[in-house]
T-cell receptor
Framework: DAGITQSPRHKVTETGTPVTLRCHQT?????MYWYRQDPGHGLRLIHY???????DKGEVSDGYSVSRSKTEDFLLTLESATSSQTSVYFC???????????FGSGTRLTVV | DQQVKQNSPSLSVQEGRISILNCDYT??????FLWYKKYPAEGPTFLIS?????DKNEDGRFTVFLNKSAKHLSLHIVPSQPGDSAVYFC???????????FGQGTRLTINP
């Protein structure tokens, strides 16, 4: 979507390797989020950020870490990828945090 | 603990008829509710929302109804069109919560 980009769009990686997904925004929004989408579970929050260097855990944060050193970039890192982390990952941005989310196009990650 | 539930994984409706998608929530602190629509290989996009001070909100063919006593909301689409075929996510937020909680999603198929 305009104003938010995710990279890469697709990635295949091996179990045990580190992986970093990037979310970049040009809207200068305060809030940024990482969700994962899985069949039967919908969208589940992994981590979110409410400002530079300010982050908090979501409901499925185990095995993931995040960093936000600049307003425009929010990185999601899988320290040691596992097959259970095979999923589609969505980044979202918001001015207020409680509505008005804009989502990126997603990253499809496969861990083999 | 699923705070937002969409109990119908899928729904099939004939073109021109009404589509009704349902969503239940358990957290009485939620005060803002949203519906998002998602096409394959794209991120979710905002469709319509409702504040807890209202019981109905309309936008063209889309109407959302909120029943606070039952902790239930529904999305009505009338008339349904082939382009409405997508996955619909219900989401909720509470004042100051800084994050949205999503349901599992309902895949809507509109048949010609």
């Amino acid at each position: 979507d305009a104003g938010i980009t995710q990279s890469p769009r697709h990635k295949v990686t091996e179990t045990g390797t580190p992986v970093t997904l990037r979310c970049h925004q040009t809207e200068n929004h305060r809030y940024m989020y990482w969700y994962r989408q899985d069949p039967g579970h919908g969208l589940r929050l992994i981590h979110y950020s409410y400002g530079v260097k300010d982050t908090d855990k979501g409901e499925v944060s185990d095995g993931y870490s995040v960093s936000r050193s600049k307003t425009e970039d929010f990185l999601l890192t899988l320290e040691s990828a596992t097959s259970s982390q095979t999923s589609v990952y969505f980044c979202a941005i918001s001015e207020t945090g409680d509505y008005g989310y804009t989502f990126g196009s997603g990253t499809r990650l496969t861990v083999v | 603990d699923q705070q937002v539930k969409q109990n119908s994984p899928s729904l099939s409706v004939q073109e021109g008829r009404i589509s009704i998608l349902n969503c239940d929530y358990t957290n009485s602190m939620f005060d803002y509710f949203l519906w998002y629509k998602k096409y394959p290989a794209e991120g979710p996009t905002f469709l319509i929302s409702i504040s807890s001070i209202k019981d109905k909100n309309e936008d063209g063919r889309f109407t959302v109804f909120l029943n606070k006593s039952a902790k239930h909301l529904s999305l009505h689409i009338v008339p349904s069109q082939p382009g409405d075929s997508a996955v619909y996510f219900c989401a909720a937020s509470g004042k100051g919560a800084q994050k949205l909680v999503f349901g599992q999603g309902t895949r809507l198929t509109i048949n010609p």
